[in-house]
């Protein structure tokens, strides 16, 4: 099996910063970090080719320096890594960043062997717009799985998956034909630690380097800003809330602690109950 996962440099959100008089995000001297649920992709993609072989190659679309990362990335056990970087990408949006992944994971089809997974997280914690996977599916014509929580199983030569994938109503079991775009969801797995001989192995290895022509685009109007009809308006930092906690003391059993949770609740928000009442009586 080929198995691609596409992975994106972010900067650690636990130290973003929004700038007070422009309100743009400030990256300097914020440290960069695998985006963490494209950890819970690398993770499945590694188990798929311990259990059935093959290739894991990781692709990412980024500024140089996404490099590191990449190779960050390789130490959990990947065979190889390539990075798409290019001025022209600058300023994409999730239409542009897709066509840009879709026609490298074209090209590495081409170099490597057509892969029959594409593994994606399910969001970024930058972004969270969720748009990125479902848009390189739809480009490349591969059948796609969103959010899923579980692997049930894979047959390589029958080309067929099935997976568990959650959904509003509960948890759906879904069974598909190869190739396919899965964007993993988080606590589906725990991140492997790397070995040693990993290490060593992605601190030597030379990562793919391609430019937008490397990488077969041909129309650059698609990439980048021009490519992007997306317009960021704003971004701003929420304010602090207002209202306080509410202690709710505890009673003698669980039952009454509920009670006494629900009656709280109803009573800070008069109308959910008269909602919830609606609802059932829909059923």
Same mark, same amino acid.
């Given at each position: 099996? &080929?198995?691609?996962?596409?992975?994106?440099?972010?900067?650690?959100?636990?130290?973003?910063?929004? &700038?007070?008089?422009?309100?743009?995000?400030?990256?300097?001297?914020? !440290?960069?970090?695998?985006?963490?649920?494209?950890?819970?992709?690398?993770?499945?993609?590694?188990?798929?080719?311990?259990? &059935?072989?093959?290739?894991?190659?990781?692709?990412?679309?980024?500024?140089?320096?996404?490099?590191?990362?990449?190779?960050?990335?390789?130490?959990?056990?990947?065979?190889?890594?390539?990075?798409?970087?290019?001025?022209?990408?600058?300023?994409?949006?999730?239409?542009?960043?897709?066509?840009?992944?879709?026609?490298?994971?074209?090209?590495?089809?081409?170099?490597?062997?057509? !892969?029959?997974?594409?593994?994606?997280?399910?969001?970024?914690?930058?972004?969270?717009?969720?748009?990125?996977? !479902?848009?390189?599916?739809?480009?490349?014509?591969?059948?796609?799985?969103?959010?899923?929580?579980?692997?049930?199983?894979?047959?390589?030569?029958?080309?067929?998956?099935?997976?568990?994938?959650?959904?509003?109503?509960?948890?759906?079991?879904?069974?598909?034909?190869?190739?396919?775009?899965?964007?993993?969801?988080?606590?589906?797995?725990?991140?492997?630690?790397?070995?040693?001989?990993?290490?060593?192995?992605?601190?030597?290895?030379?990562?793919?380097?391609?430019?937008?022509?490397?990488?077969?685009? #041909?129309?650059?109007?698609?990439?980048?800003?021009?490519?992007?009809?997306?317009?960021?308006?704003?971004?701003?930092?929420?304010?602090?809330?207002?209202?306080? #906690?509410?202690?709710?003391?505890?009673? !003698?059993?669980?039952?009454?602690?509920?009670?006494?949770?629900?009656?709280?609740?109803?009573?800070?928000?008069?109308?959910?109950? #008269?909602?919830?009442?609606?609802?059932?009586?829909?059923?």
């Amino acid at each position: 099996m &080929h198995i691609v996962v596409c992975i994106k440099q972010v900067p650690d959100s636990a130290q973003i910063r929004v &700038h007070p008089v422009t309100n743009t995000i400030m990256r300097q001297g914020v !440290p960069t970090i695998v985006n963490p649920y494209d950890l819970f992709a690398i993770e499945e993609a590694l188990r798929l080719r311990d259990a &059935h072989g093959g290739s894991v190659t990781l692709v990412s679309m980024g500024p140089p320096n996404a490099e590191d990362t990449l190779r960050k990335a390789l130490a959990f056990g990947a065979d190889r890594a390539v990075l798409l970087t290019d001025r022209y990408f600058a300023g994409s949006d999730t239409l542009a960043t897709s066509f840009a992944l879709a026609s490298a994971i074209h090209k590495i089809g081409a170099t490597y062997g057509a !892969p029959d997974i594409v593994f994606t997280g399910k969001q970024t914690i930058d972004g969270d717009t969720a748009q990125v996977g !479902p848009g390189i599916a739809k480009r490349l014509g591969l059948l796609q799985l969103t959010y899923v929580s579980r692997i049930v199983s894979v047959d390589p030569d029958a080309g067929l998956i099935e997976v568990e994938r959650r959904a509003e109503g509960g948890i759906q079991q879904l069974r598909t034909r190869l190739p396919c775009l899965i964007t993993m969801l988080e606590g589906s797995n725990a991140i492997r630690r790397g070995t040693m001989a990993d290490a060593l192995k992605a601190a030597r290895a030379q990562v793919v380097i391609w430019t937008a022509a490397e990488a077969g685009i #041909a129309d650059l109007t698609r990439c980048g800003l021009r490519g992007s009809p997306t317009v960021v308006k704003r971004v701003f930092a929420p304010g602090a809330r207002s209202d306080a #906690a509410r202690m709710i003391e505890p009673a !003698p059993t669980a039952r009454d602690s509920a009670d006494a949770l629900i009656d709280a609740i109803f009573s800070a928000q008069p109308a959910l109950e #008269a909602d919830i009442a609606a609802a059932q009586a829909a059923l």
